[in-house]
Structures are given as structure tokens and as C-alpha cells.
């Protein structure tokens, strides 16, 4: 029996580096362990990328750990932009000049909010540094789910990316019981739907008697047994699955936990969680169920089409900068999962495909929204983050940068032409148009108009607007300036020379079986 090191090395990195946080916050002297620990989790992400980046180099692939998972293109690409992505994230988990010379993290988790314990633990400037093992910990299943080619590995990985995010989403240091709120239904929520993905994967061993991929593809070719499990098993996996997506009527969990959680765990939820939930949905599809695909495309294009609506819609009445962002996010579930329901192939005239559309997309959505929610972070008023959009009045008088670089993210989100928003949108529709969903395109474009109106909202406020009382920028350190001025490059550059990447995408679009 091998066990391929050097191939699944990025991981074990990952997930290594938050076993060895967790000592450093057992045996570490307290005044260095922030330090400490901010430094494994950087040096272990970069190292993680290195070797992803010489194994791809190398031709590096196949079945690994005795088959549960797979290295083929798209694990190549989504495991390199989790790594970029959520180490752009986790560096504003650094950020200590904004709050005083402490972090946005609670000063201690386990006392009572508003009690005595609280404000001494606050005026003592304690600070829990347990955020970035959990982050690691999080990072490291995430990296996993889209690379399972069986669903007990992929149930496995699903609660090993979940666990840690309810419990940093419990972590702010300000607004604790808004917080904790949103760590309970995030929570509750999360392992409802953890259930009904586990008895659809029941299910779907009961069709096709193996949990590997591979074997229920075979089952449904060669069907052996009735298709009324396979079906049920299939809407049960795909409750599970579209949950961490974000998918309507599966939504529910995102405005309240967008708000209520530390602004930092946000970022990096709104986008790695989301990238590793489609990654994993792709593969299932794709993979295990590409011959049951006139049963799951119906059911996907009303899911897509209502939650288009929900997150355009509703996010014109929102008045809370990261609860318009939330509503956001679930509208661009909607636009990502329309090249997932086309399920379009390369072709001579058009070779972008459904899988590279929604990676590059992927990509996209996540510089944008890490840069965005880094900027929210930022924008402060005597209680801390002003969060009110009203707040933002006038922002473009006080810091034209600060305002400039927000609404560059703004109008990517729109998908306004040269932005990467714009690249992105057009690669997600022509997918989806190439499988035969024209229609369901014109929809998504009516609906992007609609959303296009609180995106443009928060520029008008900011520019055109009276400037707020007491609301003022930040002066925030590099780890909060870096993710922000490299979000910002990536939506210009990917705007004007989309080429690379997207054929990089293209080259990593097929998945293995």
C-alpha cells in the first residue's frame, strides 16, 4: 500500500499546521502567541502553495489516499484558490491597529456578554489567538470536499470545514450576542442540513451499494435496482450541498450570520466556503450522477432562478452594509450555479466549459468579496465598524482611495465591462447558454440589472452624499491594506487580461473519475 506524500502534501500541511497551532496555544508564552501563531499559519499556506505549485509542474495525479480522493485539473485549481483566497482572508484576522492594538476577536470567548468577567478580560486586552488553527482547521476540509471521490470522505470533510466556522462566527469582540446568535443558527442550521446530506449519501449506498463516485456512476448506467432512492438520495445530497452554497430556499443562515459574525470570518467564509461547496457539488454531478442529469437540471433551474430573485430582490431593501453584501452573495449563488445547471462541454468554437466558467467565476466573486468585507473592517465610528450604509455617506470626501477601491469592488459585483465581474458573468452565461439554457440566461442578465441598483446605491452614497458624523477610515496596518490592494489589482487586471486565468481554468476543467 503507497500513501502519496508529495500529492497530498498541501494538505497535510494545512491541516498539520493547525494541530501545531493548537500546541502553540497550550505551551506558547501568552505575550508571543499571536505572533506565533499568525506567522505558522502564513509560512504553512505559503508552503502548502509551493508544493501545489511543484506538483502540478511534476504531471502529479490520480486517485489518492486508497482512492478517496481525486488530483486531477479541478483539484489542481480550487486547492490553489482556497490557498490564495484564504490566506487573503486570514491576514485580516491579524489586524490589531484598528481595534486598539488587539483583534477583532472577543478577549474571552467563554465569558458571559456584558458581564464582569467580559469587561476585564477587555481591559486587560486578552485576545484569543485559537482563530487561526480553526481557520487552518477549516482551510484543510475545504480543500478536501471538492477533492472527494467518495461521499464518506466527502461528509468527513464537509464537518471539518463546518465546526470551526461556527465557532469563530461566535468570536466577535463587539456585538457579542449578535454574534453568538449567529453562531447558534449557523449551527442548528448547519447540522440540519449535515443530516440530510448524510441519509442521502445512505441512500444513494443503498442504490448503488459502494460509496466512491466512480461506482455510482456505474450504477446509474446499469441500474439495478428501482430509481425512487436514487432520486431521493439525490435531493437529500443536494440539500447538504447547496446549503454551503447558499441556494434558496437553503439561504436562510446567510444574512444573520454575514452580519452578526466578525467582519474577518465573513470574508473568508463568503468566499472559500462557497468555492469548495460548488467544487464538491460539480464533482457529485459531474461525476456520480452526469447520467441522472435530466433529473437534477429541473430541480437546479428553479432553485437558481428563485434564488437570483431572493438576493436581487431583497438586497434593494437592505439598509446594513454586510447584510446587502449577504444578499449579495446569495444572488451570486444563483449566477454560479447557471453554468453548474448547463453542464456545457468544450467545443472547437467555444472551449469553456461549465466547470472552467464556474471556477474562474469562483475566482472572480472571491477577490471581490475578501476585498470588500477587508474594507467594511476599515470604515469605523466610536462603537466600532460602521456598518449602517447610511455611515458610508459622503465616504468618497474623506478617503477617496478607501471610496474608489470599495466601489471598483461594487461595480465588479455589478458586472460593469472591464472589471472581472464583467469577464466572470460573461463566462458563467455563455456556459450556460452552450448547454441549452438560453433563457434561463436572459433571466439571470434581467436579474443582475435589478441587483445592479443597491450596488450602484452604496457608489451614489458614497460620492454624492453628505459626509456621516463621527464616521471616519481607519488606519489599518498591511494586513488589512494587502488583501484589499491585491483584491483590487486582481478584479482590474482579470477585467482588461482575463486570458490566463481563464485558460488556466480551461486546462484544469476535467474532472477525473
Not at 441512500?203 to 439495478?224: C, H, R
Request: charge should be neutral; proline fraction near 4%; glycine fraction near 10%.
Amino acid at each position: 500500500m503507497n500513501f502519496e506524500w508529495q500529492a497530498l502534501a498541501p494538505v497535510l500541511i494545512v491541516l498539520g499546521a493547525a494541530i501545531l497551532g493548537i500546541l502553540i496555544e497550550a505551551a506558547a508564552p501568552k505575550a508571543h502567541r499571536f505572533a506565533i501563531q499568525a506567522g505558522v499559519t502564513v509560512v504553512s499556506i505559503a508552503v502548502a502553495g509551493t508544493f501545489l505549485v511543484v506538483n502540478w509542474r511534476a504531471g502529479i495525479g490520480g486517485p489518492l489516499a486508497m482512492g478517496s480522493m481525486m488530483l486531477d485539473g479541478p483539484s489542481y485549481f480550487m486547492w490553489g484558490a482556497l490557498l490564495v483566497l484564504g490566506l487573503s482572508a486570514i491576514l485580516v484576522f491579524a489586524e490589531r491597529q484598528l481595534n486598539g492594538g488587539v483583534s477583532a476577536f472577543a478577549a474571552s470567548v467563554a465569558t458571559v456578554p456584558g458581564s464582569r468577567a467580559e469587561a476585564e478580560a477587555s481591559a486587560a486586552k486578552l485576545e484569543h489567538t485559537e482563530v487561526f488553527p480553526l481557520a487552518l482547521f477549516a482551510l484543510g476540509g475545504m480543500m478536501v470536499f471538492p477533492a472527494a471521490s467518495d461521499l464518506i470522505t466527502m461528509f468527513v470533510a464537509l464537518e471539518v470545514l463546518s465546526l470551526p466556522l461556527y465557532l469563530m462566527c461566535g468570536m466577535a469582540r463587539r456585538r457579542r450576542l449578535l454574534s453568538q446568535e449567529a453562531a447558534l443558527k449557523y449551527f442548528l442550521l448547519g447540522a440540519f442540513s449535515s443530516a440530510f446530506f448524510l441519509f442521502g449519501v445512505a441512500l444513494l449506498y443503498g442504490y448503488a451499494g459502494s460509496f466512491e463516485l466512480k461506482a455510482i456512476a456505474d450504477a446509474v448506467q446499469n441500474p439495478t435496482m428501482g430509481r425512487g432512492i436514487l432520486v431521493a438520495g439525490l435531493a437529500m445530497l443536494l440539500v447538504g450541498l447547496l446549503f454551503k452554497i447558499g441556494v434558496v430556499p437553503f439561504h436562510n443562515w446567510t444574512p444573520d450570520v454575514y452580519t452578526g459574525a466578525p467582519t474577518a470570518v465573513t470574508g473568508f467564509m463568503a468566499i472559500c466556503t462557497k468555492l469548495a461547496a460548488v467544487g464538491a457539488t460539480l464533482r457529485v454531478l459531474y461525476v456520480a450522477l452526469s447520467g441522472e442529469r435530466w433529473t437534477w437540471q429541473p430541480i437546479l433551474v428553479v432553485l437558481i432562478i428563485a434564488t437570483m430573485v431572493v438576493g436581487s430582490v431583497w438586497g434593494l431593501t437592505q439598509t446594513d452594509m454586510k447584510r446587502t453584501l449577504a444578499y449579495s452573495s446569495i444572488a451570486h449563488a444563483g449566477f454560479i450555479m447557471t453554468a453548474v445547471v448547463g453542464a456545457s462541454t468544450a467545443s472547437p468554437t467555444s472551449p469553456l466549459d461549465s466547470v472552467a466558467a464556474a471556477m474562474f467565476y469562483l475566482v472572480v466573486y472571491g477577490l471581490a468579496s475578501i476585498g470588500a468585507f477587508a474594507v467594511i473592517t476599515m470604515v469605523r465610528n466610536p462603537a466600532g465598524e460602521a456598518n449602517a450604509i447610511s455611515s458610508w455617506s459622503g465616504l468618497g470626501r474623506k478617503s477617496p482611495l478607501v471610496a474608489g477601491i470599495f466601489a471598483l469592488f461594487m461595480l465588479s459585483f455589478t458586472g460593469i465591462p472591464l472589471t472581472g465581474g464583467f469577464i466572470g458573468k460573461w463566462a458563467v452565461f455563455a456556459a450556460a447558454w452552450q448547454g441549452g439554457f438560453d433563457w434561463l440566461v436572459i433571466v439571470a442578465v434581467v436579474l443582475s440589472l435589478v441587483a445592479a441598483v443597491f450596488y450602484l446605491r452604496i457608489v451614489v452614497v458614497m460620492f454624492f452624499g453628505e459626509p456621516a458624523e463621527g464616521v471616519t477610515v481607519g488606519r489599518a496596518s498591511a494586513f488589512t491594506w494587502l488583501p484589499v490592494l491585491v483584491s483590487a489589482l486582481g478584479i482590474a487586471v482579470l477585467g482588461v487580461f482575463p486570458g490566463p486565468v481563464l485558460d488556466l481554468a480551461t486546462m484544469a476543467g476535467t474532472f477525473l473519475r
